[in-house]
């Protein structure tokens, strides 16, 4: 069964980091670029990273840049997001999903993105 599973989310000071895990299973990463999107309460959808399955290419939304770093651990068939710096607009559910194919768009948005996975909560919060 295709699965896409995120982990890692919850609450954190101004300033603190997080990491977010995204686990594949019944698929491998191989072909695939994983993307990384939130979505604020009443808010749009955004692209935040994305990084294909070799870990090169990787792209950013301005708003992360410098501060969220994305990762790809082949042997664990999972894609990190490093969050430092993280600031109370940072506050989402944060998704991933993946794309059949090696690039990654300069502008993240979810054309093409067919699998998602369930979520995971980010509260910045002093």
């Known amino acids: 069964q295709l699965r896409l599973v995120e982990y890692g989310g919850g609450l954190v000071q101004p300033g603190g980091s997080l990491r977010l895990s995204c686990a594949a299973s019944g698929f491998t990463l191989a072909y695939y670029t994983i993307g990384w999107f939130r979505q604020a309460p009443g808010k749009e959808r955004e692209g935040v990273s994305c990084?294909?399955?070799?870990?090169?290419?990787?792209r950013y939304a301005d708003s992360v840049k410098g501060r969220f770093t994305v990762s790809v651990g082949n042997a664990e068939n999972t894609v990190y997001l490093q969050m430092n710096d993280l600031k109370p607009e940072d506050t989402a559910t944060y998704y991933c999903a993946r794309r059949r194919g090696p690039i990654c768009a300069s502008k993240i948005t979810e054309e093409g993105y067919n699998t998602w996975g369930q979520g995971t909560q980010v509260t910045v919060s002093s």
């Open positions: 990084v294909n399955s070799r870990g090169v290419g990787a």
